[in-house]
């Protein structure tokens, strides 16, 4: 059974940097398929943050790009985020998920960000 | 970037009803679409692939069909757990894909 878990720091200042891992269990990041990150602001949708592949490859929605990273660290089954310059407007409950290239199968439960000071 | 619309923004069904919820795409997506289901407090879950496949788990009730632009998610006898917010997501041009709004659907 594919199991995702995210973990980070609850609380985030403005202008600082959102920092997120998430941990994967019951498959080897290194086996294939990407890994994403997706957000949703409270009581509003779904939004893309980006993807990467165990290669280190990734992909970011543009509209995030210059202040996104995403990095895998294989050994350790996990990847991470990293959203920089944050505002109370990246308030959000963050998800990691498997991307299978077409739409996401597995989920880990989501954490909650809040920017403020 | 392809916009999925999705419509209603919410419904109210009574239970055992059939309720039919719709999302459109601004450019066609032929049969490259998803539907999700989420409750309160919960991550999204993979109902439907490919417009139309049942993903592992999803019950029979759940079906969908459309291609190109118009797509429909069809429950047809609502159970008390079905009731939750729905998105689709088109996945014709990956990596760039695209999430609907969401249509949350309510017991009347």
């Known amino acids: 059974q594919v199991r995702l878990q995210e973990s980070g720091p609850g609380l985030v200042k403005p202008s600082e940097t959102l920092s997120l891992t998430c941990t994967v269990s019951?498959?080897?990041?290194?086996?294939?398929?990407?890994w994403g990150w997706i957000r949703q602001p409270p009581g509003k949708g779904l939004e893309r943050i980006g993807i990467?592949?165990?290669?280190?490859?990734?992909y970011y929605n543009p509209s995030l790009k210059s202040r996104v990273t995403i990095s895998v660290d294989t050994s350790k089954n996990q990847f991470s985020l990293k959203l920089s310059s944050v505002t109370a407007a990246d308030t959000a409950v963050y998800f990691c998920?498997?991307?299978?290239?077409?739409?996401?199968?597995?989920w880990g439960q989501g954490t909650l960000v809040t920017v403020s000071s | 970037e392809i916009v999925m619309t999705q419509s209603p923004a919410s419904l109210s069904v009574s239970p055992g009803e059939r309720a039919t919820l719709s999302c459109r795409a601004s450019q066609s997506v032929s049969g490259y679409l998803a539907w999700y289901q989420q409750k309160p407090g919960q991550a999204p879950r993979l109902l439907i692939y490919g417009a139309s496949t049942r993903a592992t788990g999803t019950p029979a009730r759940f079906s969908g069909s459309g291609s190109g632009t118009e797509f429909t998610l069809t429950i047809s006898s609502l159970q008390s757990e079905d009731f939750a917010v729905y998105y689709c997501q088109q996945y014709n041009n990956w990596p760039l894909y695209t999430f609907g709004q969401g249509t949350k659907l309510e017991i009347k």
């Open positions: 998920a498997r991307d299978s290239s077409s739409w996401y199968d597995y």
């Open positions: 019951g498959f080897s990041i290194s086996s294939g398929y990407y």
């Open positions: 990467i592949y165990h290669s280190g490859s990734t």
